[in-house]
């Protein structure tokens, strides 16, 4: 842990993510385990906080750590680490968003193009 790709497209909070799930398939982080703290993974991360905040909330989000206020994290205690696929950018969800947007102009140009293609072929 606590080597991030300073060349990688990935932002750093994914990075994270996926080096922690890393640690969990490898086995050196275990199901009830607990993770360093905030402020301990962002020293050993190089980053602030928030990064590290932003990255425990993908693992959150994916049911892979528990978060007990007051206590802090842990890898969820039922996780099979077998189990667990490769983190997905939160960009993903944009670029389906920019897809969605794609398709409208195609078909947008598409109707364009017919409607063209009809008044060429009455005349």
């Known amino acids: ?3 991030l790709d300073t060349k990688s497209s990935q932002p ?4 994270i993510a996926e080096d922690l799930t890393d640690s969990i398939r490898n086995g050196a982080l275990r199901p009830g385990d607990q993770l360093p703290t905030y402020s301990a993974l962002a020293t050993e991360y190089g980053v602030a906080v928030g ?3 932003s990255a425990l ?4 989000d994916r049911s892979v750590i528990v978060t007990r206020h007051g206590t802090g994290s842990f890898v969820h205690e039922d996780l099979d ?3 667990l696929p490769p983190v997905v950018d939160r960009q993903v969800a944009v670029q389906a968003g920019d897809l ?8 947008e140009i598409s109707d364009r193009l017919t409607a063209l293609e009809n008044r060429l072929s009455d005349g």
Do not use: F, H, I, W
């Open 12 to 15: 750093p909070y994914l990075q």
């Open 81 to 83: 680490p077998a189990s």
């Open 1 to 3: 842990m606590g080597k």
């Open 57 to 60: 909330e993908v693992l959150r």
């Open 100 to 107: 969605t947007e794609v398709l409208r102009l195609l078909r």
């Open 51 to 53: 990064t590290v905040r």
